[in-house]
T-cell receptor, first 111, second 119 residues
Framework: SQQGEEDPQALSIQEGENATMNCSYKTSINNLQWYRQNSGRGLVHLILIRSNEREKHSGRLRVTLDTSKKSSSLLITASRAADTASYFCATDRDSSYKLIFGSGTRLLVRP | DTAVSQTPKYLVTQMGNDKSIKCEQNLGHDTMYWYKQDSKKFLKIMFSYNNKELIINETVPNRFSPKSPDKAHLNLHINSLELGDSAVYFC??????????????????FGEGSRLTVL
């Protein structure tokens, strides 16, 4: 079963706007990761946040983690057309050798 | 110098056939994975190996048999292919497990995927 549920399933914004994607999970975790997948390509790691961290930044990306609510959000600021992709959260629910992925958010950034 | 490479990229075959997908990583990682992504983009883990040893077998049918001849390679052989096997199969690797302890970054590096179509 999927560990993470992402919201929204699809998001369409104008270039320059911010995009926020949310991820909820069900059981305790050690870390939560976000990945991007361009159409027809493999997944690319964006950022990892550990369970004892609340916020992390990387360039135009900002990730928050609320372990009490079992949720995380990914904010992409000043979006670009090149940010168009699917974004997945992933958690190590049962085992450090088993990364479980959410259902993904499809982001479209209109030029 | 692709980090995680898998072949073939596309595979079209008839039901009942047997096929293999090969994966190699040149990152020096200890752990390798196979994931299946269906038409709705759901990614499901199938197997994970650490130093050639099977760690996770996520209730995958026996028709799927992974083989890791060394820690840089993890191949996937599928017997008696069924229509439901049509999907994109991704190989990935990581340094140690996905996030526990020490200097392990927990990051997975993915191949570009092998799209399997069973007719």
């Amino acid at each position: 079963s999927q560990q993470g549920e992402e919201d929204p399933q699809a998001l369409s914004i104008q270039e320059g706007e911010n995009a926020t994607m949310n991820c909820s999970y069900k059981t305790s975790i050690n870390n939560l990761q976000w990945y991007r997948q361009n159409s027809g390509r493999g997944l690319v790691h964006l950022i990892l946040i550990r369970s004892n961290e609340r916020e992390k930044h990387s360039g135009r990306l900002r990730v928050t983690l609320d372990t009490s609510k079992k949720s995380s959000s990914l904010l992409i600021t000043a979006s670009r057309a090149a940010d168009t992709a699917s974004y997945f959260c992933a958690t190590d629910r049962d085992s450090s050798y088993k990364l479980i992925f959410g259902s993904g958010t499809r982001l479209l950034v209109r030029p | 110098d692709t980090a995680v490479s898998q072949t073939p990229k596309y595979l079209v075959t008839q039901m009942g056939n047997d096929k293999s997908i090969k994966c190699e990583q040149n990152l020096g990682h200890d752990t390798m994975y196979w994931y299946k992504q269906d038409s709705k983009k759901f990614l499901k883990i199938m197997f994970s190996y650490n130093n050639k040893e099977l760690i996770i077998n996520e209730t995958v049918p026996n028709r799927f048999s992974p083989k890791s001849p060394d820690k840089a390679h993890l191949n996937l052989h599928i017997n008696s292919l069924e229509l439901g096997d049509s999907a994109v199969y991704f190989c990935a690797s990581s340094r140690g497990g996905a996030g526990r302890g020490g200097a392990n970054t927990g990051e997975l590096f993915f191949g570009e995927g092998s799209r399997l179509t069973v007719l």
